[in-house]
């Protein structure tokens, strides 16, 4: 019931049950600032930009793009498979923090969750424009087609990447779901009876009470669902590896993918949940919830996995030396030093060098500058997918095929667009829904509230009881009576 | 239209004391309503173990089995494919599949099932004895009025900070 004083507190301010309840739920009953239309008009404004190129593409064509015959997958694939990446850290806080019992991941496993399914939307996308003629993406389903009962590819990993990322995103949205419905209940429970709010909320919750048996069936199946999620985020990315990982292609045939791709998702995706985490407890005034000591926690596990993946750059280098292969030396140095050395080196930089800076307590606790790094972290994630894909095919096994790619306008608005989809989101939830888990940060104030964290067990014993003490209606009693 | 005697806590260890308290007296407690999973409730309550672990299990088998089902005979009965003469019965190509569709049926008919035990559903009333109980308040309700007397006592004693009676 206590923690040890060397534990610093996860919750700051004295909170009291009430107080966490206002804190959240004042934002969604209270207006919405003028910033706040202001934001999403403009990211909204961006996202149809973005849809605007995509039904330009899908009428014109995918000649629109600066795909050529050598390099078929480009910005599309690239933009895809960094979404996917940036999911990852959402599921890892929230299913794979569960298991370890790491009580930090309360403050932000819902807004890292809700990106966790902003950016699946989002990566979902690509695949299907890709497709060119996206009205046929059922053709990914085991179907009997018209042809004959002709199936879809067993042997194929993107269809296996059908299967991944629809079940990751049905189960991101169920776990989180789960966790949503008694948050749900309390903002009912404070809105206006009979209001408009009230009705919306009601049918939001689906009539959580909060009963005893409630809460032990939510348990249970919040134990189960991190259970499940856990393989399964390992699985997408590796299988999202696999794409490239089972192809014939020097730079993309290598096992060390799947490993490699998933450090890289989590670390893209704490890079993503640090920059707009800081971002919204500035904005929504949450500092004590989301606190120094969890982007001091987010930014050694950015640290973590940005070693990670450099790990894998010099293995990859490593390996393509030791293999003998020729073509492997040539598409690795090719990766450094050809044509596009400055993308490879922009990635090293990014992902390896930049985070080092997290190594000194004193710059991981300073808010904004963790903010800047996390930026770089976003751009040298989309840089490895870019260097992966683009650098791997445009110098072919025959040097007659060799080409340059560079993105059109129409492939450069999808991917702001998608920003904008995935912030247009992301800023809908802020407002709508409480960005943290109430029920559960309510759960561990006894624990990580900073008036109780580090009291030993006697002082645990021996405190003032906090919460609300409302006046009573037909008796009251002192809140001091000593248990019986 | 129900009665209930409730009574309002604000410390999970009050309430898990209250709950032994009224348990020793067998005053029938009808429903125990919280902000929060307290820990600890479901044993003082004596809840019966969730058998939604038991029964994702199930629905993961049967993911399972509907994927291999699946694959093989699509892929290896009804139109095997010579492909570059691979295995009509490529076992390891549908591992990815088989793992995906087990955790999608363990996950969502798992969730159905806690929705469906929960009697949770869009629209569905709310038994709400005192809108503190989504707060910061944990409620006891008392539905049998042949124990109000007792109850009533039990909450003073036990440190209720209000208790009243709500008709739902």
Redesign the interface.
Known sequence: MFESPIREPLILGKKTYRKITDDLVSPILGPASWKWYVTTAFTAAVMFAGFAAIAYTIWVGIGTWGLNKTIGWAFDITNFVFWIGIGHAGTLISAILLLFRQRWRMAINRAAEAMTIFAVICAGLFPIIHMGRPWLAFWFLPLPNTHGPLWVNFNSPLLWDVFAISTYFTISLLFWYTGLIPDLAMVRDRAKPGSFTYHVYSILSFGWTGSAKQWQRFEAVSLVLAGLSTPLVLSVHSIVSFDFATSILPGWHTTIFPPYFVAGAIFSGFGMVLTLMIITREVLNLKDYITLEHIDAMAKVTLATGMMVGFAYATEFFIAWYSGSYWERYIFLNRAFGPYWWSYWAMVGCNLLIPQVFWFKKLRRSPWFVFVISIFVNIGMWFERFVIIVTSLHRDFLASSWRMYAPTWVEVTILVGSFGLFLTLYLLFARFLPVIAAAETKSILKTSGDQYAGLSWEAYKARKPQGAVAPALHFSSDPDTPKS | MAKYLIG?Y?????LL?AV??FQKEKVPIH?????????G??HV?H?KK?R??DA?FVY?ALGTLTALT??IY??SI??PIN?GG?SFL?FP??I??T???T??F???L??LS??Y????????????YD???????MVIAIADEGHWDAA?NL??????????IVEL
């Open positions: 309002l604000d410390d999970e260890d009050k004391a032994e308290a429903e125990v309503c919280t902000p929060f999973p307290v820990h409730l479901d309550l809840l969730s939604l672990p994702a993961g699946m694959q699509m892929y009804d139109w492909i691979k490529p190509s549908f990815p599949i793992f995906e569709l955790v999608l363990a996950g969502v798992m969730f806690y929705l035990v929960n009697r949770l559903y869009p629209g569905r009333k709310a038994v709400v809108p503190r109980q989504t707060d910061d308040a009533r909450f003073q004693k036990t440190g209720a900070f209000e208790a009243k």
